[in-house]
């Protein structure tokens, strides 16, 4: 219970987060990723503020032995660069740049009513099970 | 440069990393977003409802900003739902591929100097930016 109050708050928190900083916004998003038109560099200052408080924290958090409310990490050791990492991050940018959301703000802009979060999130779906589906197959 | 908001940017950016690092510090899990939605449909009990509960916040979330600030956020109108869908299509099957997106790779795992992250950031980050250039200024299909 006291794991999904948790993962309820910090839930909340990212939501205000992803509106204060505009990710939401998905014309903000293009304004960032346009840098030969009329650029906005403002959401590189999202990445800054993130990564200047998960950069230190996340050193001190993972010294611990373990979580507050549960007996491990459940952190990614992974360190191979293989095709799959670079073909995916490749196909999320072109899908990222089509739209102006990543998974997130699509999640987050449910709660704008938006006709559009409610398309993103279903083809974000789409898109999960149709990778599933392809990569079982092989 | 007229819509540079690098205060409200960065103060954003500062709580997602808070949110992150409460959801490591007391859950042990990372923030990836693609990964947590996906999770939601690959699991059962606890492990189902934390990953809903987080989403469940992330819409709330909004919800409460846009009570306290109702037009901070001017949303656009009339975007091309055929390429919403095909890109969110894409979003969805590339974030399952190289397992993160732009929270669970651009943010926790750079924060963790995982190189499989730095690189996948950088190509998404690219991606996106030859994607937004082809669009707006090759086919000219939107402003």
Redesign the interface.
Known sequence: M???????????????????????????V??F???????????????????????V??RW??K?P?????D?????K????DK????????????????G????P???????G???AL??????????F???W??ERK | MENFTPVSALTGGALIGISATLLLLFNGRMAGISGIMNGVFNSSGSEMSWRLAFLAGLVIGAVLFSLIAPDFIAMRQNYPLGLLAAGGFLVGFGTRMSNGCTSGHGICGIANLSPRSILATLTFMAGGIVTVYIIRHVLELTA
């Not at chain 1, 799959?84 to 072109?94: N, S, T, Y």
């Not at chain 1, 699509?106 to 704008?112: D, I, K, N, Q, R």
Request: proline share 4%; glycine share 14%.
């Open positions: 006291k794991r999904i109050l948790l993962a309820l708050l910090s839930g909340i928190l990212f939501g205000i987060g992803l509106s204060l900083s505009q990710m939401v916004n998905p014309d903000k293009l304004g990723l346009d840098i030969t038109g009329n650029w906005d560099p403002s959401l590189m200052f999202v990445m800054i503020g993130a990564l200047a408080v998960a950069f924290s996340f958090v993972l611990r373990a979580p507050i409310l549960d491990g990490f459940h952190v990614s992974r360190r191979e660069i799959p990492l670079l073909l995916g991050a490749g196909l999320f940018g072109i899908g990222w740049g089509m739209t959301y990543c998974p997130g699509a999640v987050s802009g449910l709660g704008l938006t006709l559009e398309v993103m999130v279903a083809s974000i779906y789409a898109g999960f149709a990778q599933k392809f990569a």
